[in-house]
């Protein structure tokens, strides 16, 4: 191998590892939204639509600034009801984001509750790469969501990524 097809290759990787967080967006415009669906383990089908276009709630948001990666919407069965999730990446701090989740649920009709890191400590919290965590309860809707935070990930611009899961129950905590 010539030094300047070796220069080029090293240059492919570091380029490839330090912008992996931001491979799920590209792999989301490439495979588009599907519908996929599975077979239970009591045989009753069920649907979850992937993608970037797949339906999510419109009191479901964003931050601004988010490079939206994808959502995920499960179409209710006779014994699951429906339930979905977002991902994407942010440049802000995690007090930051659950600010905006505080605010854009709340405003939604959600009771909203930051819980930090929640029971975990901040070493134990760095080692898993978690950053924070939101919990929230609409009783109109009967929804409940949950909100995680992730550590920075990356070589150079280092985003974090966020996972919003929602799904309609009969509890809070559901």
Do not use: C
């Not at 590892?17 to 077979?39: D, E, H, N, S």
């Amino acid at each position: 191998m010539t030094p300047g097809k070796w220069i080029f290759g090293a240059l492919a990787g570091v380029a490839a590892f330090a912008a992996f967080p931001y491979a799920p967006w590209a792999a989301a415009k490439v495979l588009g939204t599907q519908p996929v669906v599975f077979l239970e383990a009591d045989g009753v089908q069920r649907t979850m639509v992937n993608g970037p276009n797949a339906p999510r709630p419109d009191w479901l948001t964003t931050p601004p600034g988010a490079i939206f990666l994808s959502a995920t919407h499960w179409e209710p069965s006779p014994v699951q009801p429906p339930a979905g999730g977002l991902d994407f990446l942010v440049h802000a701090d995690p007090d930051a984001v659950a600010a905006h989740y505080a605010e854009s649920l709340a405003a939604a009709g959600f009771e909203v509750a930051d819980l930090g890191l929640g029971t975990i400590d901040p070493a134990t919290a760095g080692l898993l790469g978690v950053g924070g965590f939101v919990k929230a309860w609409s009783e109109e809707r009967r929804i409940a969501a949950t909100v995680t935070i992730y550590a920075p990930t990356g070589l150079i611009l280092r985003p974090r990524y966020v996972n919003v899961q929602w799904r309609k129950t009969e509890a809070p905590g559901g």
